[in-house]
């Protein structure tokens, strides 16, 4: 008996409200099949048999062109995470490196790990590089956050990243540093992803620098015919950083959850329409996507909502797709990108001076990106996923030597 084919899933259409609506997978897309099967395992009878169909969607392996998601992003955390769920697989080839290196150290060892890790995840999604004529089928692969202040060792990095795959688009952080470096490899021709990333000030300068490094390499001849570039939105770690609700509370001004799950579509929807109007190349990115707000009884997903009808890239958390999956199946999916917060929700966020400072373009200067509250929160959890690494290869180490 052959099985009906099923509507499109609440995700299909989301991208359906755009032509240019990316989604794109924010994960290890080493770990997806491993989802899957974790989804499907919570689902009985005609709703499991549809669930099937709208996953083998996700990542079309038969038709790569017509995949829903048709991109990837990682970073240290979910690489690691990658690793940590196959650990069958991932000891044989750690263990392969140790023998193959023996007076190698762990930290020796832990830039190719992490590359290999990217390498693998760039082959999963080649094909849809390949069918869309290297338009789409990019995975992010992220120089190591413990070298953010590094301008030289950054540049290194991002080419030795970029050489993995032509599909791997290297993520350089939204610092004073980071945003030289992406300016010069963006003059080399390498598809790069701006993170740590969470205000307009620094959208902006992502974008200035980009089309700066875009002259130099169109004025050089370079190939850029598997260029491409993004900046990455951090909506909800801008959101959930401490001077958020810090600084409300000294003001005496209570956030609901609502208001809060406002903040960071605000800034992202400013930086869009300025991004269009000046005609940057890069294209907007929203990430770190969380759950909510909750109305009446039910749960939305407003970082998604807000992206329907726009030419952006919308990268999701696997927690997040099953939650749009389930909450939006019937639920009327209207474009949003072009309508503003409601005046009265943006009048109190602006009297907190860390949204403030986020939302003004001149609200930051670039001296000012690398103490920013959410990078500094944000950097420390993916250097503690490095540092996190190294101490797995060297219990490898002990184990194999």
Avoid at 267 to 290: P, T, V, W
Wanted: hydrophobic share 40%; net charge negative; glycine share 6%.
């Amino acid at each position: 008996m052959v099985a009906t084919e099923v509507a499109p899933s609440a995700l299909e259409r989301l991208a359906a409200t755009s032509p240019g609506l990316e989604p794109w997978w924010d994960s290890s897309p080493l770990i997806f099949d491993a989802w899957c099967e974790e989804v499907l395992a919570r689902l009985r009878g005609p709703a499991r048999e549809e669930r099937t169909q709208q996953l083998a969607r996700l990542f079309d392996r038969a038709h790569p062109a017509e995949s829903v998601f048709v991109g990837v992003t990682t970073n240290p955390p979910l690489s690691l995470q990658a690793i940590q769920k196959d650990p069958a697989t991932w000891n044989a080839v750690v263990d392969g490196l140790v023998r193959a290196h023996p007076a190698s150290t762990a930290e020796d060892l832990f830039w190719p790990v992490y590359r290999e890790v990217v390498r693998r995840g760039a082959e999963f999604v080649r094909p849809i590089f390949d069918a869309t004529g290297h338009k789409k089928g990019y995975i992010s692969g992220q120089v190591d956050p413990r070298v953010y202040d590094d301008l030289q060792e950054m540049v290194r990095q991002a080419i030795q990243m970029h050489q993995v795959g032509p599909n791997v688009m290297v993520k350089l952080p939204g610092t004073k540093e980071g945003i030289l470096a992406i300016e010069l490899v963006t003059a080399m021709g390498v598809p790069t992803n701006a993170t740590l990333v969470f205000t307009l000030p620094q959208m902006i300068q992502v974008a200035e620098a980009v089309r700066r490094g875009l002259a130099r390499a169109r004025a050089n001849g370079v190939d850029l015919s598997c260029w491409r570039s993004v900046c990455t939105m951090m909506l909800g770690r801008f959101e959930d950083a401490k001077p958020m609700k810090a600084q409300a509370a000294e003001r005496g001004i209570e956030l609901s959850e609502s208001d809060i799950r406002w903040a960071g579509p605000a800034i992202f929807k400013k930086a869009y329409r300025l991004y269009r109007q000046r005609g940057y190349e890069s294209k907007c990115l929203a990430a770190s996507m969380r759950l909510g707000p909750t109305v009446n009884g039910r749960q939305t997903v407003r970082h998604l909502e807000e992206l329907a009808g726009g030419d952006v890239v919308a990268t999701i958390f696997p927690n997040i797709v099953e939650a749009w999956l389930d909450g939006y199946e019937g639920q009327a999916i209207e474009p949003r990108i072009e309508q503003d917060p409601p005046a009265a929700v943006l009048e109190k966020l602006l009297q907190i001076p860390y949204f403030r400072e986020a939302y003004e373009e001149d609200g930051l200067t670039p001296e000012q990106f690398n103490t920013h509250a959410a990078v500094q929160e944000t950097s420390t959890s993916f250097r503690q996923a490095s540092y996190d690494l190294v101490g797995y290869i060297q219990s490898r180490i002990e184990a194999t030597r």
